[in-house]
């Protein structure tokens, strides 16, 4: 049986949409470290190269409107594609293939329970086959819950009155741990 492994900074990747959202997540991790490493080195030869020096005066710049743009439109490009690529990977891992199996969640204090197709409940262990699309439909007896498999890279809040879902496609066989991130 293959087993994922986990990657760098997530618990192995247990569903078919859960590689899209590592992908997601790393290249804004890169990114981030790549401008941090960048803005520390900017400054740091700024620092250097415009100290205070005796005898100097300090000339105020002539016209930043090009420097202002730039750094302003600049980041609203990056923010587009960053959106884009986030709502591309949210809607194709929250639209329920055709055929999904449906599994009532009902979230409660300190509980979860599952009610399968056939009728039959059990408290506290969810059993899903894989390489077969799910649809869980949330709902919660009492206050908000916040239904989490971090495998999966899937959650969704549990709120009464209201109903909610996820849907996933487990991939590999294991036991995986169901959180509430609730607090």
């Known amino acids: ?5 986990p990657t760098y900074q997530l618990p192995a990747p247990l569903s078919t949409g859960a590689a899209d959202i590592d992908q997601l997540y790393y290249f804004i991790y890169w990114f981030s470290v790549v401008f941090f490493v960048a803005i520390i080195a900017a400054t740091a030869y700024f ?4 100290k205070r020096r005796p005898g100097v005066k300090a000339e105020p710049t002539k016209d930043p409107t090009k420097l202002e743009l730039f750094w302003t439109i600049t ?6 594609v ?6 591309a990977a949210y809607i194709k891992n929250a639209t329920a293939a055709d055929g999904a199996m449906e599994i009532r969640v009902r979230a409660k204090k300190w509980a979860w329970e599952f009610e399968y197709p056939n009728g039959s409940r059990e ?9 077969k699309p799910l649809k869980l439909i949330l709902s919660s007896e009492d206050v908000i819950h916040s239904f989490f498999v971090p495998d999966w ?3 969704r809040d549990a709120v009464p009155g209201l109903y909610s879902h996820i849907a996933v496609t487990p991939n590999t066989l294991g036991e995986l741990q169901v959180f509430c991130t609730e607090y």
């Open 1 to 5: 049986m293959f087993q994922p492994q």
């Open 47 to 50: 620092n250097v190269k415009y």
């Open 75 to 80: 980041p609203l490009f990056i923010v587009a």
């Open 82 to 87: 960053l959106f884009h690529l986030s709502f």
């Open 123 to 131: 408290p506290g262990q969810l059993y899903v086959p894989i390489n």
């Open 153 to 155: 890279r899937a959650k």
